[in-house]
């Protein structure tokens, strides 16, 4: 998904989640409270897919934020929320709202990432949460290796610079 600054209805800018509903003046009067609260707010990324609604460019979604996330979602104890987003957790407010929506353990990217390194990034994470030995970017282990706690796998992923998008801008 795309994460960063969204705009609220007076032009300032808020951090949030990109969805894949297209802006209409239908929908802002359906959606007209949850804007006025930011808990939803007007983003702009590039969409490549030409099937989409608008075809390629950039048009305007609504994307959420902590706010939204805290007042509309809910979280069973212990669990985990990896969002692979730019931005997803460069400000305490979205994580906040996975937070208090109940999450234990939030996970997300402080700046912008590319597609090569964020999937490098959540199959190790993920193989290493799950002990499910198929990762593709380690030789495979022996003997396989059993799951692990987030912080030994996100200690290991800082070792190995899975933590990082070292690719250029652009």
């Not at 030789?139 to 396989?144: C, D, G, L, R, V």
């Amino acid at each position: 998904g795309h994460g960063g600054p969204g705009m609220n209805i007076i032009g300032d800018s808020v951090l949030a989640l990109w969805t894949t509903t297209v802006v209409s003046p239908a929908l802002d009067a359906a959606y007209a409270g949850m804007l006025f609260h930011e808990e939803l707010v007007y983003m702009r990324m590039y969409d490549a897919q030409p099937g989409a609604p608008g075809g390629c460019g950039y048009p305007w979604h609504y994307a959420f934020t902590g706010q939204f996330v805290a007042q509309y979602m809910y979280f069973v104890p212990n669990s985990f929320v990896y969002i692979c987003a730019c931005e997803s957790d460069s400000v305490a407010s979205l994580r906040n709202g996975f937070k208090l929506a109940g999450a234990s353990t939030f996970a997300g990217w402080s700046k912008v990432v590319h597609v090569a390194p964020a999937l490098k990034a959540h199959e190790f994470m993920f193989d290493r949460l799950l002990g499910s030995n198929a990762s593709t970017l380690t030789p495979i282990e022996h003997p396989k290796q059993r799951p692990f706690d987030i912080d030994l796998v996100w200690q290991d992923m800082k070792n190995r610079g899975f933590d990082t998008d070292i690719l250029p801008p652009g």
